[in-house]
């Protein structure tokens, strides 16, 4: 038997916060799946224009790899 385990964190946020603690242990980056959540109740899912830090457990949204640069606008 394989034990399993999912935790959810929902993060409220106000159009300016770019730093999002990972409050729960996770052991690679692809254990984490990042979703946004409109304020009409509508869902997206993240899979782009995000760095995880693993070292110090924060999301950067939008954010980059150090050295990385941001896509043209």
Do not use: C
């Not at 603690?21 to 782009?48: C, N, P, Q, W």
């Amino acid at each position: 038997m394989i034990a399993t385990s999912e935790n959810q964190v929902i993060y409220e946020g106000n159009g300016q916060q770019k730093e999002w603690r990972i409050t729960f242990k996770i052991l690679e980056e692809k254990d984490l799946h990042l979703m946004r959540i409109g304020a009409d109740g509508s869902k997206e899912d993240v899979v782009s224009d995000y760095y995880i830090n693993m070292d110090d457990n924060i999301v950067y949204y939008p954010g980059y790899a150090p050295g990385a640069e941001e896509p043209n606008e």
